[in-house]
């Protein structure tokens, strides 16, 4: 609860709903525990108010603040590709290295899920931004 307090960041409409959350975590998926960027969300009535990018901004601070090292990491699905445009924006970029540890897939071959799946992020991106 203590770590929440301090590592969770929760943002609340005029009317006192909740809008959106983001907290900087714990994942072990590579070996070793490295912070990271989990349960990013925003209710799709307050989305494209620039509360994801608040929220990163918060929490790569909160990254600073907190003094920690070793990088920092998130996941997410092919269909959130508006996030992780703003994700890039950031400084994050896609993994084709080795299948995390504790991931599942459906398929025995990661790096190429990985690679498929970066290309269709990779087209559904590049479709959004002709749209801006």
Known sequence: PETLKERGVFVYSPDGKLAASAILW???HFGRTLARVHWVAVTPEEQGKGLC???MTILMDLYHQHNLTGGLYLTSQTWSYKALN??????????????????????DDFEQDAREAWNLIEQKLKAY????
């Not at 703003?86 to 398929?107: D, H, L, M, N, V």
């Not at 931004?129 to 801006?132: K, S, T």
């Open 86 to 107: 703003i994700y890039r924006r950031f400084g994050f970029k896609p993994y084709y290295g080795p299948k995390p540890s504790g991931w599942k897939t459906e398929s």
């Open 26 to 28: 714990y994942g072990n």
């Open 129 to 132: 931004r002709q749209q801006l």
């Open 53 to 55: 990018k608040a929220l």
